[in-house]
């Protein structure tokens, strides 16, 4: 015969006890989200930090090495025309037929004058891309040197830029030297080991937009002419248009420098200019992919969140278990306080908690309440000892959870007092039951010898009481049991006996 379980019991302490846990569970993890977040804040800062700066650093020394390239130039262009104008010529169309024929082995792409009455001494090619470019206009800016803006030469069909200097000739009077070189000159400054195959190098106009590209990855675009506002505004994605604007607008206003950084797609670009000295209006854009520029940053806050991940299951699962270890701990010390040691039913307190609880429910549970005391008692503890009367408590509460256990709550109240709550208001069937248990009592005895035992025979007494007709709660409903179980053992004990109202006794009798 086994102890009886007990049903659905859910002490406050227990209940507040499991809240506490998972709130501060929620609560961690709440924390640890907040962490992380800033944790990931600070990389992304970080990165693009790091990104502005290393772009910021590419891009002055490439801009650096074109305007030290640009000056070089210019100062050649200088130089030139001084000496040229040392020797007082006269004839310009001579001296131009004489150097022009020389052009290819000096490394520009043309060379040629104009003189005081804006004469051209050009090829008609030349000629035409003066009127359609505007160069008369530059050269008359020289002080003692100005540049183009790069056009694509009619000759050659590359990018060039035409360099003009002061010149003077035939005692005294004032003209222009002009020398065209192919951009790709500054293009080949723009490339430095330094810098990966993913990074963009660009000129760009700033009154135009226009942009040539001097170095990237796919070397088919190099030397191409672009508008970089009109391409930008279709890559970049939305959230990040009004930063890029706001980039143009300090290139527009004639800041030196400036940087952004922006999103294509799922990448992440970081784009710096800078001022050319030389060349006015034109600036040096780099562009980097930030997964070039901070591959192993990224690694490395991938790594972190990684671990840290780990570390939060971990600590999880710790918790947990901790909780878990911490729960039977305390179910067990709960299970000492709510069951009887001896007899493992419940004690009286644990009944009375779930008695009322079964009670108590807003619809009205049927119940029978049966109140049983083991029959002098007292005697078997005198007569056989204490261990055999533990027997006796023990073996007859196994045979109440036998018959009862299923479908009752059983508790030891006291000494050899049980009382049982059935539910159901079965009359009937209840009856049976005890009918059984006083068979099951008699097998029950205090020790295993015969000879010792004798003629013992163990008998009950039970007084019972049906919920709701006879009383609803609890308190009533022990009363009425106590009532019929005083009338019991009155008469003589050995026996049980169902409550009745004086009213249904009077009516009894008559």
């Not at 359609?132 to 540049?147: C, E, M, N, R």
């Not at 005083?486 to 169902?498: Q, S």
Request: proline content about 2%.
């Amino acid at each position: 015969m086994k102890a009886m379980p007990i049903h659905n019991i859910n002490s406050p302490d227990e209940i507040s006890g499991s809240f506490s846990f998972f709130r501060m569970l929620v609560i961690y993890l709440v924390i640890c989200g907040i962490g992380v977040s800033m944790l990931l804040t600070s990389f992304n800062l970080l990165i693009r930090s790091h990104d502005k700066k290393l772009t910021g650093d590419i891009c002055s020394l490439v801009t650096e090495k074109m305007n030290n390239s640009i000056r070089y130039m210019t100062s050649s262009a200088e130089n030139m025309s001084a000496a040229l104008s040392a020797q007082d010529h006269y004839d310009l169309q001579a001296l131009y037929d004489t150097l022009s024929r020389d052009t290819g082995s000096r490394g520009y792409v043309s060379i040629g004058f104009i003189d005081q009455d804006d004469n051209i001494y050009a090829t008609p090619s030349e000629l035409s891309e003066f009127d359609k470019w505007g160069l008369l206009d530059t050269a008359k800016l020289a002080d003692p040197v100005s540049i183009s803006a790069p056009y694509r030469s009619g000759a050659t069909g590359q990018p060039v830029f035409t360099m003009f200097a002061n010149f003077t000739y035939g005692g005294g009077k004032k003209g222009y030297l002009f020398l065209t070189n192919p951009l790709k000159e500054i293009q080949n400054m723009a490339y430095t080991e330094s810098v990966t195959e993913d990074t963009e190098i660009w000129l760009m106009e700033a009154a135009s937009d226009n942009i040539i590209q001097c170095a990237g990855s796919n070397s088919y675009s190099i030397g191409s002419w672009n508008n970089a506002l009109l391409s930008m505004r279709m890559q970049i994605n939305y959230d990040y248009q009004d930063e890029y604007i706001e980039w143009k607008n300090k290139m527009d206003e004639g800041h030196r420098t400036a940087n952004t950084a922006y999103k294509i797609g799922s990448e992440t670009y970081t784009q710096v200019f800078s001022r050319i000295n030389y060349m006015h209006g034109w600036y040096v854009v780099v562009r980097i992919p930030s997964s070039s520029l901070s591959a192993a940053m990224q690694q490395f806050r991938t790594s972190v969140l990684i671990f840290l991940g780990i570390l939060l299951i971990a600590t999880i699962i710790m918790f947990l278990l901790s909780h878990k270890r911490e729960t039977e701990e305390k179910r067990v010390l709960q299970n000492l306080s709510i069951y009887d040691p001896l007899t493992s039913v419940m004690n009286r307190r644990a009944f009375d908690f779930t008695a009322e609880k079964y009670l108590g429910r807003i619809l009205k549970n049927e119940a029978s309440l049966l109140f049983i005391d083991v029959d002098y008692f007292k005697q078997v503890n005198d007569r056989f000892g204490h261990d055999a009367g533990d027997r006796i408590l023990t073996e007859f509460s196994a045979a109440l959870t036998e018959l009862f256990g299923e479908d009752s709550y059983i508790s030891r109240y006291g000494g050899d007092e049980f009382v049982v709550l059935v539910r159901s208001a079965d009359k009937k069937k209840v009856s049976k039951q005890l009918d059984i248990l006083q068979a099951m009592a008699k097998e029950v005895k205090p020790c295993d010898d015969p000879e010792e035992y004798g003629d013992f025979v163990l008998t009950f007494s039970c007084g019972a009481a049906v919920s709701p007709k006879d009383a609803e709660d609890l308190k009533s409903l022990e009363a009425c049991a106590d009532d019929a179980l005083y009338i019991v053992k009155k008469n003589g004990r050995n026996g049980y006996r169902w409550y009745e109202k004086a009213a249904d006794v009077s009516t009894a009798k008559k």
